[in-house]
């Protein structure tokens, strides 16, 4: 499979993700209430109305050409908690349905890779298959990892909003210092490679599962 087919897949696979992610968030608000995403057109699977061209494109298509492996993210469905019925709870329910979403879509993944993985080992395995092998472990892979980062509870990831939401509210002065330094804290995990050291080694498990290979 040539580098460059890799790469198109694996950016194929990560806006699929993040579309289904921000998706899951805004039918969550809908749920709760809140039709701003809906009005605003993000409850859809067309990445063209969830893309960031940094975080979506540009930055995943660098990875790959690097050989790391691909992450990315989308511009934010807009959430107005004002809006919903209950907005504690609806915070709670609306960040937990993004990792969630990525959660299912692994494990639906993962079923294809069964499906399809006994057949690259036959006679009739065809470019089609190889392709559609590819797509699926990525979209694996992807999903774990977009699921995993996202449950950080460090703002403005979804871990925060769903750890804010379980918080006394007599702890609310630290969720409020949280959110002033949650991006140094997020960009300082990220350029050390503790990100890499919490991700990679889960990464490589699942891979290794997938693959059917024994540690």
Do not use: K
Not at 98 to 112: E, Q, W
């Amino acid at each position: 499979m040539n580098e460059t087919l890799s790469i198109v897949v694996q950016v194929v696979a990560l806006l699929f993700a993040v579309s289904f992610h921000e998706s899951a968030h805004g039918l969550a608000a809908l749920a709760c209430g809140d039709p701003t995403a809906r009005e605003q057109g993000r409850i859809s699977l067309n990445p063209l109305r969830h893309v960031d061209p940094v975080g979506s494109i540009v930055f995943p298509a660098l990875l790959a050409l690097t050989g790391a492996p691909v992450f990315g993210w989308a511009r934010p469905v807009p959430v107005d908690l004002r809006r919903t019925r209950h907005p504690r709870s609806a915070n709670l329910l609306v960040s937990a349905a993004g990792p969630l979403s990525n959660v299912l879509l692994a494990l639906a993944f993962t079923a294809l890779v069964l499906v399809i993985r006994p057949r690259l080992h036959g006679a009739s395995a065809s470019t089609v298959d190889e392709v559609l092998f590819l797509l699926a472990v990525y979209s694996v892979l992807i999903n774990a990892a977009l699921a995993l980062f996202n449950l950080l509870p460090i703002p403005p990831l979804d871990g925060f909003g769903v750890l804010e939401s379980l918080l006394p509210r007599s702890l609310a002065p630290l969720a409020y210092t949280l959110r002033r330094y949650g991006m140094l804290i997020l960009l300082a995990i990220m350029m050390t490679g503790v990100l890499g050291r919490l991700l990679g080694p889960a990464q490589r498990a699942i891979l290794d599962l997938l693959l059917g290979r024994h540690p």
